[in-house]
């Protein structure tokens, strides 16, 4: 485990130029992330709150159900092709391309 920490830090060590430009627009993408699903939020939790009577935005029961079903959807997403790409044959697909 510590061997490919090694070798990433001694490339990154190599090139200061394009380790500086890749940690900053690392920095700015989760920067900018942030102040996106900050705004959203905020205004998604003012309209949730007219649209749920009985509910509060910060219900664990609401946001474990809410991750549970973002849950399944994405493993569906991931294992339907999974599970297909096994049994197709390689070559026409890398022919075709």
């Known amino acids: ?3 490919p920490l090694r ?7 190599k090139t200061p130029g394009f380790s500086f430009a890749a940690i900053l627009t690392i920095a700015l993408g989760i920067g900018a992330h942030t102040a996106v699903f900050s705004i959203m939020n905020a205004a998604a939790a003012r309209t949730l709150r007219s649209m749920l009577f ?10 474990i ?13 991931a294992l339907l092709p999974a599970r297909r790409a096994p049994s197709l044959d390689p070559m026409p697909a890398l022919r075709s391309e």
């Not at 070798?7 to 060590?13: E, G, K, M, N, V």
């Not at 009985?54 to 946001?63: E, N, Q, V």
């Not at 159900?65 to 997403?77: K, R, S």
């Open 65 to 77: 159900a809410a991750l549970g079903g973002i849950a399944v959807v994405t493993l569906a997403a």
């Open 1 to 3: 485990m510590l061997n």
């Open 7 to 13: 070798y990433s830090f001694r490339q990154l060590a």
């Open 54 to 63: 009985g509910l509060s935005s910060t219900d664990p029961t609401a946001w």
